[in-house]
């Protein structure tokens, strides 16, 4: 069964950085697509960042150019680094974990960017 831990939010400024980790357990890590996701209270669940086990990366409008997703296969992690933070980037961020016929998430980690 896999395994996913988040961590590394927290309270930021506005214009701050945060990174966000995800270490997975549980199966082969390098097969996975692993993606971040987050849910502004009152908001669906969205899309923030994927990068596929070849290592191709995606991203929503949202965050490009301030948000860079990369993984540590040795490490089994996932990291989501995130700068120039805005109020509007509040939310509960959660990782991922995608094999096509099977997906998995973590528990989630608060991220409140202040005005």
């Known amino acids: 069964q896999v395994h996913l831990v988040e961590s590394g939010g927290g309270l930021v400024q506005y214009g701050g950085s945060l990174r966000l980790s995800c270490t997975f357990s549980g199966d082969l890590f390098s097969i996975y697509t692993m993606g971040w996701y987050r849910q502004a209270p009152g908001k669906e669940r969205e899309l923030v960042a994927t990068i596929t086990a070849g290592g191709t990366t995606n991203y929503a409008d949202s965050g490009k150019g301030r948000f860079t997703i990369s993984r540590d296969y040795a490490k089994s992690t996932v990291y989501l680094q995130m700068n120039n933070l805005k109020p509007e980037d509040t939310a509960v961020y959660y990782c991922?974990?995608?094999?096509?016929?099977?997906?998995?998430w973590g528990q989630g980690t608060q991220v409140t960017v202040s005005s």
């Open positions: 991922n974990a995608d094999r096509g016929h099977a997906d998995y």
